[in-house]
């Protein structure tokens, strides 16, 4: 049954790509951060994967080909110059193929400078005009956006270390941690682009979501493993570790998504480094209590998340 089931999607799949190569319809997948959640990880593995996404008309192109071509677009839009046929300019620039399905576009970049992630009282202040122009370039087009969300205990941290901070000067002191809410930042995209799907997930969920997300984010469904796609656990493992969840999928495949994320949690829970995964406060002033009231205020952030509308919470199963 699963079998037929997962032909029968396929099947459907293809034939609304059919209908949408006819009205010139695509579907785009916009991946847009946050900074300091995913180093690029997710972009690289399906990067490695572009020849075998490319035959199904999923595009993945290198980051050079549009990330400033985006950018550049968006800022002409928020200037009132206008970027006519941006994304005709895009498609040519990546060289997707007539029968291109689906487009995959990743970078934080896309959405703001790293120096401009926080000011005033929360997250990607100007991420509204960005938004508003990136609906624009993609207009007429199917739109999902994927967002992770991190714990400011540990983003402010991540972030206060970047030298491209330390070079602006900006002191901890000068930010609100306590009044920091990314639902205040996914309510602007929901309001700005609300006909847009939005998907978000927290970083720190990553390790048991990263196979689902690279799933949804190509909208590739496949009977195998993406090449490369156990590299991200050396970020959270020991070293070997992701070689041998590797192999063990390889000897016992996941019977579902479930099983899949209990076997991660498992070799978490043996082959975890700690050192990866400690946080440095030594760019804050804060002490642990503080650390603790900002995870709390995170968590009740989050569980906020499922009651807006147009916003999808992908969370691990029951582990």
Known sequence: MVGFAANARHNIVGELAKIRQGTGIMEIALHLGAHLTDDNQLRKCLQTNA???????????????????????????TSGTGAPEAFRHLRDAI??????RRLVFSGPSL???????????QFYPKAARRVAALRKIFEGHDVEIFFAIRNPASF?????SSQRIQQKGLETSQIPVEQLRWSTL??????????????VWCDEDTPFLWHQLLREISGHEPDTEFEGSFDWFDTVMVEGA???????????PPVDEDHRQHVIAAFLDKFCDDQKLEIDLTVT????????ILTELYEQD?????????????????I
């Open 156 to 160: 402010i941290p991540a972030f206060m």
């Open 111 to 121: 959405l703001a400078r790293l120096p401009d992630v926080l000011d005033d009282v």
């Open 285 to 292: 002033d804060w002490d642990e209590a503080r650390v603790d």
């Open 186 to 199: 996914l309510q602007q995209i929901i309001d700005t682009w609300p006909e847009a799907k939005l998907t």
């Open 242 to 252: 992701a070689d041998k969840l590797a192999q063990y999928f390889n000897d016992a």
């Open 95 to 100: 060289g997707a193929p007539d029968d291109a």
């Open 302 to 318: 989050t569980e906020s998340l499922s009651a807006l509308p147009g916003l999808r919470l992908l969370q691990p199963a029951d």
């Open 51 to 77: 020849d075998m996404l490319r035959r199904e008309g999923i595009i993945v192109p290198p980051a050079r080909q549009y990330l400033d071509l985006i950018k550049d677009a968006a800022n002409h839009i």
